[in-house]
């Protein structure tokens, strides 16, 4: 069986941002709810793989530093294109159990401005996704 997985290193530092951070966003607010998980597994296997399981990092300061790594990859060598679709797929997430906590935005911020975003791309980006997600 094929798995499908990204086909390159941007769209794979893309994923590994989404599946990171995404981790560290449902726990931003300090309330996981059942609907953030389950989008979460949704968004990665829509987005980017068939097997969102292997791309859970659950030792901290292994997944800091994937996420660091992917970070300085998006940054140095990617588009506006990859920087968007990761900011919608954590707004997408935020917004999963109906509520987006102030938490849960100032975590997106900074995940975007460390990718070189500034505030008002990401404010744009949300609102379009939370238009299309309702």
Same mark, same amino acid.
């Given at each position: 069986?094929?798995?499908?997985?990204?086909?390159? +290193?941007?769209?794979?530092?893309? %994923?590994?941002?989404?599946?990171? /951070? *995404?981790?560290? #966003?449902?726990?931003?607010?300090? !309330?996981?709810?059942? +609907?953030?998980?389950? $989008?979460?597994?949704?968004?990665?296997?829509?987005?980017?793989?068939?097997?969102? $399981? /292997?791309? #859970?990092?659950?030792? @901290?300061? +292994?997944?800091? $530093?994937?996420?660091? !790594? /992917?970070?300085?990859?998006? +940054? $140095? %060598? &990617? &588009?506006?294109?990859? =920087?968007? #679709?990761?900011?919608?797929?954590?707004?997408?997430? /935020?917004?999963? !159990? *109906?509520?987006?906590?102030?938490?849960? @935005?100032?975590?997106?911020?900074?995940?975007?401005?460390? %990718? &070189?975003?500034?505030?008002?791309?990401?404010?744009?980006?949300?609102?379009?996704?939370? =238009?299309?997600? @309702?």
């Amino acid at each position: 069986m094929n798995k499908r997985y990204p086909k390159n +290193k941007l769209d794979e530092a893309a %994923m590994r941002v989404f599946a990171c /951070a *995404g981790f560290e #966003l449902i726990f931003a607010d300090s !309330d996981p709810a059942n +609907k953030e998980c389950d $989008a979460f597994h949704a968004i990665l296997t829509e987005q980017f793989t068939d097997d969102s $399981a /292997a791309e #859970l990092v659950l030792d @901290s300061s +292994k997944r800091e $530093a994937r996420l660091r !790594d /992917a970070i300085n990859l998006i +940054k $140095a %060598m &990617g &588009g506006e294109q990859e =920087k968007a #679709l990761v900011i919608s797929c954590l707004a997408r997430l /935020a917004i999963a !159990d *109906g509520q987006r906590a102030p938490e849960e @935005s100032f975590f997106i911020l900074d995940t975007a401005m460390c %990718m &070189g975003m500034t505030p008002a791309q990401v404010q744009l980006i949300i609102l379009e996704t939370t =238009k299309t997600q @309702s």
